[in-house]
Every structure is written in structure tokens, then in C-alpha cells.
């Protein structure tokens, strides 16, 4: 079945810095790349994702990559802030009837005033 | 995107006792999934539940332990059955989200306590 890597585990920064966190999957089929953040005590909200017919997409400070070939995905946050600071978690698409998720083990981010 | 409701958000149970989770959306949704996160662990499916048919269950979950139930396009439940501190975790509902198809969101959440 779909096996999601996630590094790094924990990842701290300081505020302004960039973070990027990676992602590997195995399973060639797979075609929607979400990632989420988590709060503590909340529930993951989705951040932003991404299709398999495209390598890029922004949304402000967020950005996600698609290498299909090398099936691996990345998030990119530019200018960090503390309020960036949570848990983050890649998903891979897998499809056995119905399309379902498969997620990474996670990121913590902290971003150091 | 689709609201969904979930409660209760978190309880204390005796072992040996069944919880049973209730997951209400504002919209009609072909699938619900059902997601169990152990403290400071990712989400793992647990099941993936569509209405009319019996729910699909992951591997390593069983329908004796996690019953399911999907009685219409709204709502659905899942009962944690014969508890044990093992099952201490919080438990998650989430639908597929239209118009974007495949964002899924989630409910906020039942965090279960088994003592």
C-alpha cells in the first residue's frame, strides 16, 4: 500500500527564515498532494494542495512542489512568523474504489521570535 | 467548504464501556472517513464510510471494535466498543469538500480518555 515519509521531524527557525519540509511517496498512482497544519489542541486545517498536472503552487508565503518522476513533494514557507509555528502534515492520495488519503508522520515547526 | 459537526468533543470512560461519535455535515457527502490520532501521532484511517453500504475498514481495524454506522448523506457515527486505555486517543471525522473535490475537511474532534 501508499507509504508517506516525512522529514524532518521537528524543525526549528527563526522568525523571517524559510522552512521546508519534505515529503516522499511510493505509490506512482497517487494524484493530490495536500498539506495541513495542526494546532495544538485543534483539529488539521488544510493549508494547501496540490494535483498531479502541476510541479507548482504559491499562495502567498505558502508553496508546494511536485517532482511526479522522483515522487517527492515539498512545502515552502517564506518569512516565517510565530503563528506559523504547528505541526504540519503531508497527504497522498490513493485510490482503491474510492480516493483516500494517506498522511506523513508530521512536522513540528517552531519559529523563535 | 462543508461544516462538520462532531461530539461529543471529548469524554472520560470506564474500560470495558463503548463511546459512540457522532460526525453531522452541513452538506450531502458521498464518503465519510473516520481517522483515530494517538497522542502526538499523524491520522490513520480507521474507515472510510458510504451511505448504503457497509463501511470499508484499514488494515489492523475491525467492525466488532469500530462499528460504523452511515444512515443517510449527512451524518454518520463510530462507536469505540469494549474500551481499553489503549484506545485513549482523539478521533477525527472528515469529508471529501466541494467544489474543489478533493480537499477534504475535518471535524474537530472527540478526545477520548479510557481510565
Known amino acids: 500500500g501508499e507509504n508517506v515519509e516525512q522529514h524532518p521531524s521537528t524543525l526549528s527557525v527563526q522568525e523571517g527564515d524559510s522552512a521546508v519540509i519534505k515529503c516522499t511517496y511510493s505509490d506512482s498512482a497517487s494524484n493530490y498532494f495536500p498539506w495541513y497544519k495542526q494546532e495544538l489542541g485543534k483539529r488539521p486545517q488544510l493549508i494547501i494542495d496540490i494535483r498531479s498536472n502541476v510541479g507548482e503552487k504559491k499562495d502567498q508565503r505558502i508553496a508546494v512542489t511536485l517532482n511526479k518522476t522522483a515522487k517527492h513533494f515539498s512545502l515552502h514557507i517564506t518569512e516565517t512568523q510565530p503563528e506559523d509555528s504547528a505541526v504540519y502534515f503531508c497527504?497522498?492520495?490513493?485510490?482503491?474504489?474510492?480516493?483516500?488519503?494517506?498522511f506523513g508522520t508530521g512536522t513540528r515547526l517552531l519559529v523563535s521570535p | 467548504s462543508a461544516v462538520i459537526s462532531q461530539k461529543p468533543s471529548r469524554d472520560i470512560c470506564q474500560r470495558g464501556t463503548s463511546l459512540t461519535i457522532q460526525c453531522q455535515v452541513d452538506?450531502?457527502?458521498?464518503?465519510m472517513f473516520w481517522y483515530r490520532q494517538q497522542p502526538g501521532q499523524s491520522l490513520t484511517l480507521i474507515a472510510t464510510a458510504n451511505q448504503g453500504s457497509e463501511a470499508t475498514y484499514e488494515s489492523g481495524f475491525v467492525i466488532d471494535k469500530f462499528p460504523i454506522s452511515r444512515p443517510n448523506l449527512t451524518f454518520s457515527t463510530l462507536t469505540v466498543s469494549n474500551m481499553s486505555p489503549e484506545d485513549s486517543s482523539i478521533y477525527l471525522c472528515?469529508?471529501?469538500?466541494?467544489?474543489?473535490?478533493?480537499?477534504?475537511?475535518f471535524g474537530s474532534g472527540t478526545r477520548l480518555t479510557v481510565v
Open positions: 452538506s450531502q457527502v458521498t464518503m
Open positions: 472528515s469529508v471529501e469538500t466541494a467544489p474543489t473535490r478533493y480537499g477534504y475537511t
Open positions: 497527504a497522498a492520495s490513493i485510490s482503491t474504489g474510492f480516493q483516500k488519503l494517506v
